[in-house]
């Protein structure tokens, strides 16, 4: 049986929330899951969900890292938080796979120290999945790594590649690199470079793409350094967020409108779930030695089930032996 | 009278769509408007306008630089083309401000290299309006400048505020760094540095910024460097309209949607034109000594006539003169 922890101390809204997923997904999949924090509190909390599945089970852990913890001096300092138990679990592989919706950097910082990273990476990243016109596409990285060199954009691709094949079931998948042009000669030093190597790495790489490429959908798999994948990730959300919000006064607007969003209700709702992260889960974190999804920290309990759903699925396809097999 | 000249030879849809504009621009505006560029051509799309507005005059230039040019390699080479004839125009003082659609690159390096940059300026920034939930924000820099310095983001942050303050009419703008996470600890060293000169500028810093925060509104001027700014516009762009497509699909998707967007039309058309990047017709290249509107490529013949307006208030409300002031 496959054994997923996750982390229900750290997020936006824990324990509510991650508890209510991890149930959720107790009822919905096979996966033995371990719920990762106060014991008192989780104990506390699982009693809304009576009868308690049985593949669910507790470890404790005492402290919490705060959303806004300088990453790697709390995962140095907190030793009992659910993050640094979480992934000591993968390490000691009590678990296949870990979960947490909690603080970002620190999460990459406990899983790179206590999990390694794979043979020839050098670097992890977060593989961001993007909605497009045709489908989705993999940005990576959203935000693991700000000081990337080139040679971590190439490292980026090989694992952004071997995720969209075995993960995402796209056979050869294109490789963009994000840029602030479409030639050749655009952009910085640093992109020229990683250009360069993308040329020579026998991946399928179409070249650069623009921020506006994402979208469209001909990339399935777009490279990027941390900053500015997670710019363009919050730009992204942030956005959908505005239009909604825009949508939803414009509706209010009149009598005639009213009557239009109710009968556009549904094609609005079919929208909104294409637009929605929480339908993807979670974020993998490409590259360390294991399993790791990385959830937003205003995930909902749906996004939350979703992500131990990926991690499963991760566990199952191995898309680590994928990611050796092309870097060597 | 004030003086507009106007490259109509280098958009996407040249020369007939800047024309066009810049005849609208004429019409409604007093501004005397040279258009730059073939003069035969010119003359022969203005025939559609009959009777041509009496301010309108053309500067002939035989050449004309593709939107994939090489910027600098092409400025020096083609001397004769639109961009550069434009350029002259405001060198020379021959015009109060100048208007392109044509390649952002070779536009920036030309008017650099002619109209000079103001004192203390050491590189130029394209100011980005994007629309906000509560109004608009300025994003600066949009690409002018992808190598960009500590200091470089300091001059983007007094041009923007003097920006905002005096032609979009807000008091003691809030400036922010665009950055990973609002925490003063985040980001890579160039941001820090960044951060430390723009808490001593005496500007209205309010700190860093996500890129979530862009729409929420609560800044007015959003600092960062070319690339990012250029991925963050390009994403806007794209995700509006990817998302006007799926609305368009959701609605197309049964009867009742169908009729519901029938009645909502004016809803969707009131969000369309909040999003619509035409409303502000272009954006200003802040830092020369001139006035320069930079157009999108694709740009229809409402923004150049708005990018025309824009650049008159530019000269009415002599927002350099308030630069060079902050900026001592």
């Given at each position: 049986?496959?054994?997923?922890?996750?982390?229900?101390?750290?997020?936006?809204?824990?324990?509510?929330?991650?508890?209510?997923?991890?149930?959720?997904?107790?009822?919905?999949?096979?996966?033995?899951?371990?719920?990762?924090?106060?014991?008192?509190?989780?104990?506390?909390?699982?009693?809304?969900?009576?009868?308690?599945?049985?593949?669910?089970?507790?470890?404790?852990?005492?402290?919490?890292?705060?959303?806004?913890?300088?990453?790697?001096?709390?995962?140095?300092?907190?030793?009992?938080?659910?993050?640094?138990?979480?992934?000591?679990?993968?390490?000691?592989?009590?678990?296949?796979?870990?979960?947490?919706?909690?603080?970002?950097?620190?999460?990459?910082?406990?899983?790179?120290?206590?999990?390694?990273?794979?043979?020839?990476?050098?670097?992890?990243?977060?593989?961001?999945?993007?909605?497009?016109?045709?489908?989705?596409?993999?940005?990576?990285?959203?935000?693991?790594?700000?000081?990337?060199?080139?040679?971590?954009?190439?490292?980026?691709?090989?694992?952004?590649?071997?995720?969209?094949?075995?993960?995402?079931?796209?056979?050869?998948?294109?490789?963009g690199l994000l840029n602030i042009g479409e030639e050749e000669s655009k952009g910085t030093g640093f992109l020229k470079e990683a250009f360069?190597?993308?040329?020579?790495?026998?991946?399928?790489?179409?070249g650069n793409v623009e921020g506006?490429d994402?979208?469209?959908?001909?990339?399935?798999?777009?490279?990027?350094?941390?900053?500015?994948?997670?710019?363009?990730?919050?730009?992204?959300?942030?956005?959908?967020?505005?239009?909604?919000?825009?949508?939803?006064?414009?509706?209010?607007?009149?009598?005639?409108?009213?009557?239009?969003?109710?009968?556009?209700?549904?094609?609005?709702?079919?929208?909104?779930?294409?637009?929605?992260?929480?339908?993807?889960?979670?974020?993998?974190?490409?590259?360390?030695?294991?399993?790791?999804?990385?959830?937003?920290?205003?995930?909902?309990?749906?996004?939350?089930?979703?992500?131990?759903?990926?991690?499963?699925?991760?566990?199952?396809?191995?898309?680590?032996?994928?990611?050796?097999?092309?870097?060597?």
């Open positions: 049986m496959i054994k997923i922890g996750i982390d229900v101390m750290s997020s936006d809204n824990a324990p509510g929330i991650d508890v209510e997923g991890a149930v959720l997904a107790a009822r919905e999949y096979e996966h033995h899951i371990v719920l990762v924090g106060n014991k008192d509190v989780i104990e506390k909390e699982l009693e809304k969900y009576r009868p308690i599945p049985e593949n669910i089970s507790i470890e404790h852990a005492s402290e919490v890292i705060g959303m806004h913890e300088q990453p790697v001096l709390s995962v140095r300092r907190k030793k009992n938080s659910s993050i640094v138990v979480l992934t000591n679990l993968a390490k000691e592989k009590k678990v296949d796979a870990i979960v947490s919706a909690g603080n970002t950097g620190a999460m990459v910082c406990a899983a790179t120290l206590k999990c390694r990273l794979l043979p020839g990476i050098e670097r992890a990243g977060i593989g961001i999945i993007m909605p497009t016109l045709k489908g989705t596409a993999l940005m990576i990285d959203g935000g693991a790594n700000i000081d990337a060199k080139p040679k971590h954009l190439l490292q980026y691709a090989i694992m952004g590649s071997a995720y969209s094949e075995y993960i995402l079931n796209k056979r050869l998948p294109k490789v360069g190597l993308l040329e020579l790495s026998g991946l399928n790489f179409t506006r994402i979208f469209i959908g001909d990339c399935d798999v777009i490279v990027c350094d941390g900053l500015v994948g997670n710019v363009a990730l919050k730009v992204t959300e942030s956005i959908v967020h505005a239009i909604m919000e825009m949508l939803k006064s414009a509706f209010n607007s009149s009598l005639a409108s009213k009557l239009g969003a109710f009968l556009s209700k549904r094609a609005l709702r079919s929208l909104k779930k294409k637009m929605d992260s929480a339908e993807y889960g979670g974020a993998p974190l490409l590259g360390i030695d294991g399993i790791c999804i990385i959830c937003h920290g205003s995930s909902n309990a749906k996004a939350i089930k979703n992500a131990i759903r990926v991690a499963g699925e991760e566990v199952v396809k191995n898309v680590n032996r994928h990611i050796v097999e092309s870097i060597s």
